[in-house]
């Protein structure tokens, strides 16, 4: 194979992969971009507010729940931080029972008329409640972490392609400079000169 068909060809090749790359990173920048927005725009809608920092002690709720005190939830690590603090008030609930635990226990009672108990059907309800808010702010957490990841990579990607364009240029160029008889893998001949 001439060395001039293979630069030309792996250059193509080149600019293909930075076409794709770059569609890939602006997809993925588009992702991120929609992902952050549609969270923002969704908490923010909710005016979900942090308690201000002196009912947020540190001893209780944490470093991360308090430095967001007194702010608008609208971020998904703030989402996080927010169903921490959830977490905390559910587990003073029902003596840290989960909301499955006591719903089990309400099923039971209910199986007699006579034993209904009015503080368990309240533990339960809260616990409901409380369990499906946190659940529905840590999926918001997830998405906020593939939009995170989707930004990176995008950027990755439309770095990726910059470096792909660079070398097929540069592909072009050496496929330019060699002579067209030059062949892959042929030895190089010195011109002997003439005596």
Do not use: C
């Not at 005016?47 to 540190?58: G, S």
């Not at 972490?145 to 540069?170: E, K, P, Q, Y």
């Amino acid at each position: 194979m001439k060395r001039r068909t293979l630069d030309y060809t792996l250059s193509t090749l080149g600019v293909v992969m930075a076409v794709v790359l770059a569609l890939g990173g602006a997809l993925l920048l588009f992702a991120a971009n929609f992902t952050n927005t549609t969270i923002s725009d969704q908490l923010s809608a909710q005016h979900i507010k942090f308690p201000p920092a002196a009912a947020l002690p540190v001893a209780e709720y944490g470093e991360t729940v308090n430095g967001f005190a007194g702010q608008d939830v609208t971020t998904g690590a703030q989402a996080k931080a927010y169903s921490d603090m959830i977490a905390v008030h559910l587990s003073k609930v029902a003596d840290g029972k989960t909301y499955s635990q006591v719903s089990a226990a309400w099923t039971a009672s209910n199986a007699d008329p006579t034993k209904r108990d009015p503080a368990l059907a309240a533990q339960r309800q809260t616990l409901f409640m409380g369990e499906t808010l946190r659940g529905l702010l840590l999926n918001v957490y997830a998405f906020s972490i593939f939009g995170t990841i989707a930004l990176i990579a995008g950027w990755v990607a439309l770095v990726g392609a910059v470096l792909m364009a660079v070398l097929a240029v540069a592909g072009y160029v050496h496929g330019r400079n060699v002579s067209k008889s030059t062949l892959v893998g042929a030895p190089e001949i010195e011109s002997i000169p003439a005596a």
